[in-house]
């Protein structure tokens, strides 16, 4: 019934608003608060908000939307200036801590291989919603270090989603999605290319349909349908929406559609986002969290040391090679080691995938959850300016 959803999102909207300002008002990421206000809602505390699939429904529209906003905020150019470097953050962000995270879950978790893997996945995968976030909240979007960490996690996302694909699809599969990805790349790659030679081209055709059917906002409502026709590209070869949805926003920017509609888009999908789709998504994630007491073993002896053993590890290594192999100051290497330890929206749509695939069950769904909302809030903890104590991230 139509009530039933408006409920839902009322509550939960409201819920995951106050807490998230909350967080906000003690230092630390609303999405956290966002999370929590979820598990607080759902089956595993109070029982108000049921996952079903018209929630699902709703969380892909806001995913889109928060992912496609981030890719708008995003240059081409940047991202490829700095791929070589991305290539090796990406390393020591997503494969070592994948690495660490299976070898434990293999040891402590009774899933099953195909399962562990799946975990150890999603709580090793940077989340470029969370990390972008971080990268502005701490303003370092202008600088080398900020533009290094983006292109990594957005290699780190792609590479996740291949692997997922790879456990849950046969050979053929897999390799089909991999010639896709790359097809796709190289003719988005000759398409950011050729628009951006002609900027002008395309902004006088925006004008020009504004002005024929008289609607100023027609250039808006036409760049979401090209973020859909992407996002709806990549889900149809097995990867993820919300990777075309971030490839889709990356083509826009103000030297390609002006600044004018530029600010009008960047504008109309931040006040969305901050205002709806980011707490409704993370708030709906918490709810379908959901922890048995035979499961509670696992929180609180298995969670933790898988985290302790796999992101620590990421972290130092990250620094050492942003340092020691980029040449990136003190500074830089210490941002970019521990923000790209930043989880969240990937990790979860990781396990989502997994959890409808069969792939991993309810409870190893809500580990993730704890795990992503745990490491959500070591991240910012460690990147307050302290003062130094000589250790190495300090």
Known sequence: MAYEIIFEVLVVLAFAVIIGEIFEQFGLPSVAGELLSGIILGPTVLGIIQPNDQIQALSSIALFF?????????????????????????????????????????????????????????????????????????????????RIILASTVIADVVAFILLAGISLSVQSTLSVIIYTLVFTACFIAVDYLLNSRPEVVQKSLRRIGRLLKREDISYAMLIVLGLIVAFFFELIGISYIIGAFFAGLIIHDGLVGKKT?????????????????????????????????????VVIALPGIILISIPPSILLTYQAAKRILKVEHKGAKQISVITGGRGAVGIVVASVALSRGLINSTAFSLIILGTLAISLAVPTILRERKENGGALS
């Open 262 to 298: 530029f600010k009008t888009i960047s504008t109309t999908l931040t006040r969305m986002n901050r205002a709806f789709f980011i707490p409704i998504f993370f708030g709906f994630a918490g709810t379908e969290a959901f922890l048995s007491q035979g499961s509670l073993a696992l």
């Open 66 to 146: 928060i992912i496609f906003h981030i890719g708008v905020e995003l240059e081409t150019q940047s991202l490829r200036a700095h791929v070589h470097k991305a290539a090796l953050i990406s390393v020591t962000s997503l494969i070592v801590p994948l690495v660490l995270a299976l070898v434990i879950s293999l040891a402590t978790l009774p899933f099953g291989y195909a399962a562990d893997f799946v975990f150890a996945l999603a709580i090793a995968v940077p989340s470029i919603s969370i990390i972008s976030v971080l990268v502005m909240q701490y303003r370092i979007l202008e600088q080398e270090s900020g």
